[in-house]
């Protein structure tokens, strides 16, 4: 009877450990938010923010199911340098779907980018900077390529709907929090040969817990100042620059 007893709460310690480590279900959905600030905003190699410091943040919403939506904000200056009478806000909204494909993952998307309350198209030879884009990821192992096409004009260009944005990355992990992304990219505006240029960058991270984490990216592009890549001062708005930011997710 006491082997029997012994025998019995032997099971109970083993049956009690194996619940215990049984993994959480996956939760229906998630909702995270961010805010952050950067030294520079870049996007695509280009500053939006001559070269200046902007305030950012975002929120992002994923389904189990593979589906999500998400908007993401910016402050910008690079429509006003140009000559608009307002715009200093870029509103990024997003939807899309995630899977993958045996050993390889996708992502196909739809992005709005609105720039609230811009009177671009008020500058002559320019359209309103309000831009859709489509867009598709494949993803092997640690290598990302991204192709994004435009179904209206591209940022304020007339006559450039089809304009297409390619790109290849990596996400290196480094061990200890860090991580290192390579990334080049190659923009092609339609109609504008001076308005097309390749963008390169390496970006560390790093995970300082809490949800925080820093950043810090070398970029650089060979963008032609001449189509207007260029501060009111006359900067270059695609010359090589260290970008530092600091962003938390909740």
């Not at 600030?37 to 305030?55: D, F, H, M, T």
């Not at 008020?122 to 859709?132: K, L, M, Q």
Request: proline share 3%; glycine share 12%; charged share 15%.
């Amino acid at each position: 009877m006491k082997q029997n007893l012994t025998s019995l709460l032997a099971l109970a310690l083993v049956s009690g450990s194996a619940f215990s480590q049984t993994p959480a279900p996956e939760p229906e959905s998630t909702l995270a938010f961010n805010v952050g600030a950067v030294s520079e905003y870049r996007y695509r190699g280009i500053s939006q923010s001559r070269l200046q410091p902007a305030l950012q943040g975002g929120a992002d919403y994923a389904h189990k199911s593979g589906l999500y939506v998400g908007a993401w904000a910016s402050s910008i200056k690079w429509i006003k340098d140009a000559g608009a009478t307002d715009g200093s806000l870029e509103v990024d909204i997003y939807g899309g779907y995630k899977g993958a494909a045996g050993d390889v993952a996708y992502d196909v998307g739809f992005l709005r980018y609105e720039y609230v309350g811009n009177k671009y198209g008020n500058v002559s030879g320019f359209g309103n900077a309000n831009t859709d884009e489509v867009y598709g990821a494949l993803t092997f192992g640690v290598v990302t390529a991204k192709y994004s096409y435009s179904t209206s004009n591209l940022f304020g260009n007339l006559n450039s709907k089809g304009s297409y944005y390619a790109d290849i990355s990596a996400n290196l992990d480094l061990g200890e929090g860090y991580s290192l992304t390579p990334h080049v990219g190659y923009q092609y505006v339609k109609n504008a040969p001076l308005g097309s240029y390749t963008d390169y960058s390496l970006t560390l991270t790093k995970d300082l817990g809490d949800g925080l984490a820093g950043t810090a990216m070398w970029v650089n592009t060979n963008a032609d100042p001449a189509f207007g890549y260029i501060t009111p001062s006359k900067k270059s708005t695609g010359k090589a620059a260290l970008v530092v930011g600091l962003k938390y997710t909740f």
